[in-house]
């Protein structure tokens, strides 16, 4: 076999398809779209789950359960390794140092400290969560850990009460009067 009978391998590349190049071209005129109707016009594009006007699957089947996946708290992740080669010992850790670090991105989500790889420097960590491995292995290196205690918001009925109590003081003020 020479060089130059050498060919490319057949099938390799797809031919591109030209359409409405005329009928001769196998996809002319129509360009392989038939005739009339909503899919052959421009624009066009069926909305997800749409049967043709037929009530669609997730409409006719029932309402079943329900999730809380909205409402899961979604964590920052940092492991103690990554800490350890960014860090100096003494260092205080927390989210802004976090941030500058290059460790996290914003401080939209809490940020929670795992265990994995080795920390031999004392650290003063101050996060939202901590895994038990982590605290373990933060304070075997010396280090302090400090947990950030979001308070829980809670009414405060005793407000509410003592406008209660206030109102019917004035009602019956004014009874008494007339």
């Given at each position: 076999m020479m060089i130059h009978e050498i060919t490319e391998l057949a099938g390799k590349y797809k031919t591109r398809k030209r359409i409405g190049r005329g009928h001769g071209s196998g996809s002319g005129k129509t360009s392989g779209r038939g005739h009339k109707g909503a899919k052959s016009r421009s624009g066009y594009s069926r909305r997800p789950a749409f049967e043709g006007g037929q009530m669609q699957y997730f409409r006719r089947i029932p309402k079943r359960g329900f999730s809380n996946a909205d409402f899961k708290t979604v964590y920052h992740i940092v492991n103690l390794a990554s800490l350890a080669a960014r860090f100096e010992t003494g260092a205080t850790v927390d989210a802004t140092a976090l941030v500058e670090a290059g460790l996290i991105r914003n401080?939209?989500?809490?940020?929670?400290?795992?265990?994995?790889?080795?920390?031999?420097?004392?650290?003063?960590?101050?996060?939202?969560?901590?895994?038990?491995?982590?605290?373990?292995?933060?304070?075997?290196?010396?280090?302090?850990?400090?947990?950030?205690?979001?308070?829980?918001?809670?009414?405060?009925?005793?407000?509410?009460?003592k406008n209660k109590a206030e109102k019917s003081e004035e009602v019956s003020t004014e009874t008494t009067k007339d």
């Open positions: 401080f939209k989500n809490p940020v929670k400290i795992l265990g994995q790889g080795d920390l031999t420097i004392a650290l003063n960590i101050t996060a939202d969560s901590f895994s038990a491995s982590a605290i373990a292995k933060i304070e075997k290196a010396g280090g302090s850990v400090t947990a950030i205690v979001k308070k829980k918001w809670k009414r405060d009925w005793s407000a509410k009460s």
